[in-house]
């Protein structure tokens, strides 16, 4: 699904990552660490938002920084969500749906899978930080993509929110929907992940089977 070779992002001094290799298989794969550790850069070359300073990487074969037609099959969320705020939810919805080649026709039913029909017609400068979480999230299911990348995605949810994107992921896992999902709270995800990716420091320090990746995680972040 992607494969990264010795890919590198620099923000002036900052090395966000560091040369890294790492190839994401198809099914779902939760990567895990610490704040500042390189994971939304990583999601954000992957989706063709930043340019690589160096090496190169593949998504679904293509480059994502070149190639516009690969984006139209990735889906995305990212974490804070990015909305335009003088839209309405469901405008959004509708353009993102139909810019990835949908008509816009699935938008009732995301609106409906992440509980954001009250709100869907009130534009986004108005919504709280977990209405636009949920509508962040429904943008990255919609238009029917082979690839999903979400950031954070249980950030600023309350319980009842959380157990039902956690339910909608492994749904969508079930369905055969790739999904990488970035996450602090991991366990829900990682006990229904086929592979696990654990970066700190701009780099990949171990990914695999998530039970092997497991006890590095636990031994980075004990409770
Ligand atoms: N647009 C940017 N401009 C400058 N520096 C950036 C930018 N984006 C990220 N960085 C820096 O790159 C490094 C990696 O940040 P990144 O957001 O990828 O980490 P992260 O693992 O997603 O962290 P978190 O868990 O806090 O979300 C950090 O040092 C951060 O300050």
Redesign the pocket.
Known sequence: MVRAKKLT?R??S?V??DSVDLEIPGGLTVVV????????????IATGAYRPSGGCIEVLGKDPWRDEGVKKRLGASF?PPALPPLRTGREWLEYVSEARGGNGRDVTEAAETFGIEGFVDKRVRDYSAGMRKRVSLAQAFVGDPELVFL??PLANLDLEGMKNVVGVIQRKHEEGLNLVV?S?IWRPFLEMADYAVF?AA?RVQASGDPDEVLPLIEGAFPL
């Open positions: 992002k923000f002036g900052v966000a990552l660490g610490p704040n500042g550790g390189g994971k939304s850069t990583f999601m954000k974490d950031d954070e970035i602090h970066i701009g």
